[in-house]
């Protein structure tokens, strides 16, 4: 099979010149990479692995989860999320995240945009340079003969398994690419994305029992996350299986093959786009047998996958203030927020605080703050990744324990005080919209109030709620529906209060088992490059935008009739809300709130927002000089003579009340603000509706990747831009 691809490779066209080569891909010429270059202690294997991961510790910062792709597209550009900035003041990122306007943009977007590949390969040729030299050793036979780990095999399993994950994101941005498994050698040509996967399918697939279970891999702590495991084979082997046989956007100018090199045919759903180059959206017509080797791997990793812990209570109890917890979706992510590995975390990207790498989660994708850049309580959260109205409205339970986690409608002034955020196009606290909640700089015990950018927040990359729920997939689309509907009510009941969940009807209502599991997705990972890909790969994209769609078109036109607009679940949608500042510390001994233990409370309800409850300690812990403590925080602290009301009461989020009604009237007498709320958004509706996947007629091959630039076009011989991206025009020489 690797023999195959290989070739294919390589008469595709040579895809660096020699000078470009060392610039590109920055890696030693193959004759150096032979048994002199093999290391002779483990010590020396996990040291040249420290570098991969360092490596790829700055790729997940800087263009997966961070910046980058994952920043544009793959955590706003979905059917839940969205880009808090006008269409016309962020192009580049609109115009890809919405599908290139049906692919009538492509032929004049910047293909330089989003920079190129060149970051992927890098750290690929390392993880190929370690692949292959473990593999000349003596050695290597007599450790990957036994069928049981050894150091040694663990090393060259994660190796295997960096390699595959690298590649697999790559496909997914870019589509067929370059590929190769050679030390030293750069990669030729544009191979089909199905060879590889095959490719690396089988790689992982042979590493798996020869890797260490979460917890016991050895010189690793047990608590440790941020070193590949047996489970993270498992499930990176789904993962890649998944995305086999899932619905792709394909173009027609190419020849699609197996890893073994047999044509492949399509089932094709909706319609060729002809804008983009006639592009077609299909699958694998022997799609199953890919589901069916997931099952068997993630079945075995169900069975044992270490010290992994899925927590379907809350640990905690009642907090040292009197705070009320009782949601584990939430303890999730409190314990990323303390900069610990959370005890449900597979595999996490680890940041150090105020040093090293960005911490682009909260700053990129957390809940914003108005902040300055250094010294400010907390400091600038830009807010990249915005929640749609409607649906943290209208498809949400109430009772569901996620939505507070996820969403809030509150941001930070950056001064200690809570403000609401308006639907005026915008970032930061200052519009935007519906902020993303998982990560907030106010809940960690020692926030970084000294710079932006520098929390030690980890990028989550697998848990073990994905295991669950990937393997409730593979389950649904074999006909396993009893068996998927255990592993679905895993993850569904530990989101409701006990009892609640209705995880029949929720089935129900989906309309199969399939379609409650990708939607059971969509709530626990909503806003975490999770969603985008998994509806281009099940082929729900087209009618999961519509709908979304639909309904903020209804909302509005509701707003505009009414006021108000009432959803199936009971929520209401108004277009004012009233709002007052209190001191939630005098009130409850607390400013940051947990889990609303009283929905008729406005301080507490909606949960998981407020302040930090002491910025001035956290000021000073951080090292933040007593002037500037005392220039940048607003509330009242340790002496101060400012008021100390942080938090906002907000009453009619979920319920309407009449602006001219008597319940307004008493607010108003208490001291309650009316604000502009779904008023705003009202102003806003171009962007909310006619600009949100703009011009997309939900049947179009889905254009979702990005181009290759001038710079590869031009050096890499044989690489050619498809889906009516432009192509550079031919070198004079």
């Known amino acids: 099979m690797k023999t195959f691809i290989y070739i294919i490779a390589c008469a595709a066209g040579v895809l660096v010149s020699a000078n470009s080569c060392k610039d590109f891909l920055d890696v030693p010429t193959p004759g150096d990479v032979d048994k002199e270059f093999v ?11 420290n570098q991969v991961y360092l490596s790829m510790n700055g790729m997940i910062a800087n263009n997966l989860l961070g ?17 808090p900035e006008g269409y016309n003041n962020q192009p580049t990122r609109h115009i890809p995240e919405g599908f290139y306007e049906n692919g009538t943009a492509t032929g004049s977007y910047n293909i330089d945009a989003y920079g190129d590949m060149s970051s992927f390969f890098s750290i690929i040729v390392r993880a190929n340079i370690i692949i292959n030299a473990m593999k000349e050793t003596e050695a290597f036979q007599e450790y990957m003969s036994t069928g049981t780990p050894s150091p040694l095999s663990h090393l060259y399993g994660e190796a295997v398994c960096a390699r595959a994950t690298l590649y697999r994101e790559m496909i997914t941005f870019y589509g067929d690419v370059p590929f190769t498994t050679a030390a030293g050698v750069s990669a030729t040509g544009m191979a089909p994305r199905d060879s590889i996967y095959d490719v690396l399918i089988e790689d992982v697939e042979t590493v798996i029992p020869y890797m260490y279970y979460p917890g016991s891999i050895p010189d690793v702590n047990a608590t440790d996350k941020s070193a590949m495991s047996r489970t993270f084979a498992e499930i990176t082997l789904a993962r890649l299986c998944f995305d086999a046989a899932g619905y792709q956007t394909r173009r027609p100018d190419f020849k699609y093959v197996d890893g073994e ?11 060729d786009n002809a804008a983009a180059g006639n592009a077609f959206y299909g699958r694998r017509t022997d799609y199953k ?8 791997y993630l079945g075995d990793a169900v069975k044992n996958h270490g010290n992994i812990v899925f927590h379907d209570s809350d640990p905690r109890t009642v907090g040292k203030n009197g705070e009320k917890y009782d949601n584990p979706f939430q303890y999730f992510f409190q314990q990323m927020m303390e900069a610990q590995y959370p005890d449900e975390s597979i595999y996490e990207s680890p940041t150090i605080w105020n040093e090293g790498t960005n911490s682009e989660i909260p700053y990129a994708h957390g809940r914003p703050s108005n902040g300055g850049s250094s010294n400010a309580f907390p400091c600038k959260n830009y807010g990249q990744t915005r929640g749609i109205p409607a649906v943290v409205w209208g498809i949400y339970d109430p009772k569901d324990l996620r939505r507070d986690v996820t969403w809030s409608v509150t941001g930070s002034t950056g001064a200690g005080q809570e403000i609401v955020i308006p639907f005026t196009p915008n970032s930061k606290s200052s519009g935007g919209g519906i902020a993303f909640n998982k990560w907030d700089e106010n809940r960690q015990s020692r926030p970084n109030t000294l710079k932006q950018r520098k929390s030690g927040i980890n990028y989550p990359y697998m848990r073990i709620s994905e295991l669950y729920l990937a393997y409730a997939e593979a389950c649904a689309v074999l006909g396993k529906d009893a068996e998927a509907k255990t592993y679905l009510s895993m993850i569904r009941e ?15 209502e989906c309309g199969s088992m399939l379609n409650a599991v990708l939607q059971e997705r969509a709530f626990e990972y909503a806003g975490e490059a999770d969603r985008r890909w998994t509806m281009i790969r099940t082929g729900t994209v087209g009618e999961s935008i519509k709908k979304v769609k639909t309904m903020m078109a209804d909302l509005i036109a509701g707003l505009k009739k009414d006021g108000y607009y009432t959803f199936e679940n009971g929520n209401q949608f108004s277009n004012y809300i009233w709002t007052k500042y209190v001191d939630a510390k005098s009130l409850y001994g607390y400013r940051l709130t947990t889990q609303c233990p009283d929905e008729n409370d406005p301080v507490l309800f909606p949960g998981w927002r407020g302040q930090h409850n002491d910025w001035y300690a956290a000021g000073v812990d951080a090292g933040v000089t007593e002037s500037n403590i005392k220039k940048n925080l607003k509330y009242g602290s340790s002496g101060f003579s400012t008021p100390n009301e942080t938090n906002l009461a907000i009453k009619g989020l979920y319920k309407y009340i009449d602006p001219n009604g008597p319940e307004a009237e008493a607010l108003e007498a208490d001291g309650y603000k009316k604000v502009e709320y779904g008023a705003l958004l009202v102003k806003s509706e171009g962007d909310y509706v006619e600009n949100f996947f703009r011009n997309y007629d939900y049947e179009s091959a889905p254009i979702y990747m990005v181009p290759f630039t001038n710079n590869q076009l031009r050096t890499i011989q044989g690489l050619s831009n498809g889906y009516g991206f432009q192509n550079p025009a031919p070198s004079a020489e």
């Open 494 to 508: 530990r989101a409701f209060p006990k009892g609640e969940a209705d995880v029949d009807g929720f089935i129900a």
């Open 39 to 49: 290391f002779s202690s483990n010590d020396n294997v996990r040291a040249a692995m």
């Open 289 to 296: 047998k890919y589901y069916e080797k997931a099952y068997k």
């Open 261 to 271: 090199g047999n044509e492949l045919s399509f089932e094709k759903k909706g319609k």
């Open 67 to 83: 910046n980058g792709l994952g920043y544009g597209l793959s955590m706003p550009g979905t059917d839940i999320t969205r880009h």
